[in-house]
């Protein structure tokens, strides 16, 4: 073989080695992405008119599925800021959704409180029986949905209550948001034994339109409705954790046909 032949063959060959190598390189940084694709059906992305568009389409869903909701029962439970301290509460929850109408049992703390409202009736104020030997003492009071005593232990009246108001409250600021928001989706999360699709958005910096950093909405995958929120606040230093504000959280739902008016009155 002359010198030219040698020098072709093992050019060629060079070529070979390099494209098997830049093969190699090119699989083994796909891999990770393609495992993540598996966790994350959507990528983190900044566009506003892509990722957000998607999570408003999914919350506009969620949305639909409720319009066929009229009553439910669950147990709900909230973690919030109010001032400076992290209250938390559970109760048993009744809703109707026209007319609108709210009633609460409480279990932790007020175990025994038992809290009604219920739109165009009682002069548009809750009616409140304080349980134990309170209650007996003084009977059935009736307050102002925005009454300080009221939101004491609350930062939003109780007309915000129920998961048709959350989602809406969610949709609107996510609506307001501005291109730079980052959103990642986890279709297959677990909240307890429930499997549920969680949307994040994070808002990188602070505006007078949304007061929180970062959101997650839950979404049941069974049946499309929203079973709780968690907002988070702006972290104090810059790459710190941001803290928990508010956490809504609505277990055990159960859509009950058999709830009529009798589950909102109080003697």
């Keep these: 073989?002359?010198?030219?032949?040698?020098?072709?063959?093992?050019?060629?060959?060079?070529?070979?080695?390099?494209?098997?190598?830049?093969?190699?390189?090119?699989?083994?940084?796909?891999?990770?992405?393609?495992?993540?694709?598996?966790?994350?059906?959507?990528?983190?992305?900044?566009?506003?008119?892509?990722?957000?568009k998607q999570a408003l389409k999914i919350a506009g869903e969620s949305r639909a599925a409720l319009q066929t909701v009229k009553t439910y029962s669950a147990t709900?439970?909230?973690?919030?800021?109010?001032?400076?301290?992290?209250?938390?509460?559970?109760?048993?929850?009744?809703?109707?959704?026209?007319?609108?109408?709210?009633?609460?049992?409480?279990?932790?703390?007020?175990?025994?409180?038992?809290?009604?409202?219920?739109?165009?009736?009682?002069?548009?104020?809750l009616v409140v029986n304080l349980g134990g030997t309170l209650g007996k003492i003084l009977g059935l009071r009736k307050l102002?949905?925005?009454?300080?005593?009221?939101?004491?232990?609350?930062?939003?009246?109780?007309?915000?209550?129920?998961?048709?108001?959350m989602l809406e409250t969610v949709v609107q600021r996510w609506e307001k948001l501005p291109g730079n928001s980052k959103v990642r989706y986890f279709p297959n999360a677990k909240l307890g034994k429930k499997s549920v699709r969680v949307i994040q958005v994070i808002h990188p910096k602070r505006s007078a339109g949304n007061p929180f950093h970062m959101t997650r909405l839950y979404i049941d995958n069974k049946?499309?409705?929203?079973?709780?929120?968690?907002?988070?606040g702006f972290p104090r230093k810059s790459g710190g954790k941001p803290p928990l504000i508010e956490e809504y959280t609505y277990s055990n739902l159960k859509l009950d046909k058999r709830i009529g008016d009798s589950d909102f009155t109080l003697e």
């Design 144 to 165: 102002k949905p925005n009454a300080k005593l009221v939101m004491k232990e609350n930062r939003y009246p109780i007309t915000d209550i129920g998961i048709l108001r």
């Design 1 to 52: 073989m002359n010198t030219t032949a040698r020098i072709s063959r093992m050019t060629r060959t060079t070529l070979t080695l390099r494209s098997t190598f830049c093969l190699a390189s090119l699989v083994a940084a796909l891999a990770p992405q393609a495992q993540a694709a598996d966790r994350v059906a959507v990528k983190p992305s900044t566009s506003r008119g892509g990722a957000l």
């Design 223 to 232: 049946t499309r409705l929203p079973i709780r929120v968690q907002q988070y």
């Design 76 to 125: 709900f439970s909230k973690k919030e800021v109010v001032g400076k301290k992290m209250i938390e509460q559970t109760m048993q929850l009744k809703m109707r959704h026209k007319p609108f109408s709210v009633y609460l049992k409480f279990a932790n703390p007020h175990s025994g409180r038992e809290v009604i409202y219920v739109d165009g009736h009682n002069d548009g104020k």
